[in-house]
């Protein structure tokens, strides 16, 4: 059964770090999105993008983050310059489009720890 | 704003017992509801979902849902628990984001814990 990828599992990096998380959507899906859940706390929509760009993004999603598909298999974020309170666990999802309800499939996560 | 609370973060039940999961929402229009479950160093799975048509929905592994506009409930239930469902339960409502995609707000998230 298709799925979507994520790697790393767990990234550590120094404050101030840039990072890059790296998601494999379904192949034939059309919509991407990052969600992030900082320990504890409920999962939070970060950004979708759809036709190589951003669609909607979310309060939290500032100058920091940027997303990239940059060939047709990869769903990039990045963060620029770490914070502390970026360490938090980063879902990749990804939908087809084309259905009522876009059912939004989602990776493994990576554990992003910011020291 | 949509948006969905659930009641409990963390709730404990006997194997073979009734699973109840509270959650609530809020929506100005007629809201589609998720039911997420997360196993230990996973990624989310859906369970079940609610997208206006049946108000009794039917999920994988036994669970299922009632939507109560009444009550702005969409409760998650399981007659008899399996030790296999101790995991992280989350409901969400779809919110449209533009240009045909939907983000999904989430609730806090239940801890669901069987005891043998």
């Known amino acids: 059964e298709p799925e979507v990828t994520q790697t790393p599992s767990h990234q550590v990096t120094q404050m101030g770090q840039e990072v890059i998380l790296r998601c494999v959507p379904i192949?034939?899906?059309?919509?991407f999105y990052w969600y992030r859940q900082i320990l504890g706390q409920k999962v939070e929509f970060l950004v979708s993008?759809?036709?190589?760009?951003?669609?909607?993004k979310s309060e939290i999603f500032d100058d920091q983050f940027s997303v990239e598909r940059p060939d047709g298999s990869n769903f990039t974020l990045k963060i620029r310059s770490t914070k502390l309170e970026d360490s938090a666990m980063y879902f990749c999802?990804?939908?087809?489009?084309?259905?009522?309800?876009?059912?939004?499939?989602f990776g493994p996560g990576t554990r992003l720890t910011v020291l | 704003a949509q948006s969905v609370t659930q009641l409990g973060s963390h709730v404990s039940v006997s194997e073979g017992a009734l699973v109840l999961l509270r959650c609530n929402y809020s929506?100005?229009?007629?809201?589609?509801l998720f039911w997420y479950v997360q196993y230990p160093n996973q990624g989310l799975q859906l369970l079940l979902k609610y997208t206006s048509a049946a108000t009794l929905v039917k999920g994988i592994n036994g669970f299922e849902a009632e939507f109560k506009k009444s009550e702005t409930s969409f409760h998650l239930t399981k007659p008899s628990a399996h030790m296999s469902d101790a995991a992280e339960y989350f409901c969400?409502?779809?919110?449209?984001?533009?240009?045909?995609?939907?983000?999904?707000?989430f609730g806090k998230g239940t801890k669901l814990s069987v005891i043998p």
């Open positions: 929506s100005s229009v007629p809201p589609y």
């Open positions: 192949s034939n899906h059309l919509y």
């Open positions: 969400a409502v779809r919110v449209y984001s533009g240009a045909g995609s939907y983000q999904l707000t």
């Open positions: 999802a990804s939908s087809g489009g084309g259905t009522v309800y876009n059912e939004q499939f």
């Open positions: 993008f759809y036709n190589n760009e951003i669609s909607e």
